[in-house]
């Protein structure tokens, strides 16, 4: 049984969890977050050249002789390049850009241009750790209020920590992909994160509440069983919805623009992990936390 399955070998589905989770704070601690402008300033230039753009060699020569520090030029669709550099000025913006068309030996147009200082940066990242933190904490509260009629075998509290415990995980490892794949973290991947921790808290909450409808109606003696035959009886609705949404971000990450494939892959990982904690790692957790009460 799928059930007692989960129950029976958790401790297999926690060394695999930690696993992923440690080779994301590695990715994140040792190689770095790759963050945006958004986040710690400078300028981002998109260009499209209607006639044919030119190879990126020349563009990065270009960049390089106005003595503009900026990362590689990135490409964009058939015709343009995407240039990230420091917070320019508008007379750099200009100068820039007419190096850019090689004296109108490539006409372009000029796409989009943002431009955010360093102390701006400092303070939306600090606002985007902020609102995640407030998130976790309201989950606890909403968690410990909703479940606060079930206080055995675990505490109300404790359904609140075991459901945060299992949004870092879900949160953590796309986090860790990025930074191992060295993608840009900005404000949409903010947006992308606490979707996930409303998206993954809704599946895990799903789950919590039958089993204290289970409790309540005593259908056995045993928590370990109770909690297993919850998540027989939610199984299918978890793998069912996650996988109608995976497919829709999979389609956007395939076929819609670029600007938003990578919203659309952080979102899709976190749905894939969001759907593997809430069945593997939170249920599972709560037998833990029992047992820890048994101790006291």
Not at 54 to 59: L, R, S, T
Not at 215 to 242: A, C, E, H, M, W
Not at 273 to 281: A, D, H, P, R, V
Request: charged share 15%; aromatic share 12%.
């Amino acid at each position: 049984m799928t059930s007692m399955f989960v129950i029976t070998y958790r401790k297999i589905f926690f060394a695999i969890s930690g696993l992923f989770v440690l080779a994301a704070f590695a990715a994140i601690f040792f190689i770095g977050l790759n963050f945006g402008i958004d986040f710690k300033g400078g300028s981002i230039l998109e260009v499209r050249y209607p006639g044919g753009r030119p190879d990126a060699a020349p563009v990065n020569q270009v960049i390089s002789d106005l003595l503009i520090e900026a990362l590689p030029v990135q490409p964009t669709e058939e015709s343009g390049f995407i240039i990230r550099t420091r917070a320019l000025e508008e007379s750099e913006r200009v100068a820039l850009e007419n190096g850019l068309s090689f004296d109108s030996a490539y006409p372009l147009e000029e796409v989009r241009f943002n431009s955010v200082g360093p102390t701006l940066g400092a303070e939306l990242r600090s606002k985007a750790w902020v609102a995640i933190a407030t998130v976790i904490m309201a989950i606890i509260l909403f968690i410990a209020y909703v479940f606060r009629g079930v206080s055995e075998p675990v505490s109300s509290w404790g359904y609140g920590i075991v459901a945060v415990i299992a949004l870092i995980h879900d949160v953590v490892i796309p986090t860790g992909i990025f930074a191992a794949l060295g993608y840009e973290i900005d404000s949409l991947f903010v947006i992308a994160a606490l979707a996930i921790l409303g998206l993954s808290v809704n599946d895990t909450i799903v789950v919590f509440d039958r089993i204290r409808e289970n409790l309540k109606n005593k259908i056995d003696r045993d928590f370990k069983i109770i909690v297993g035959k919850s998540l027989r009886q939610t199984f299918i609705r978890s793998i069912n919805t996650s996988l109608t949404v995976v497919l829709v971000l999979l389609a956007l990450y395939f076929f819609g623009p670029e600007s938003t494939q990578h919203f659309a892959l952080v979102l899709t990982l976190g749905m894939v992990f969001g759907t593997y904690s809430s069945i593997f790692l939170a249920s599972p957790l709560l037998i833990v936390a029992e047992k820890w009460g048994k101790k006291k």
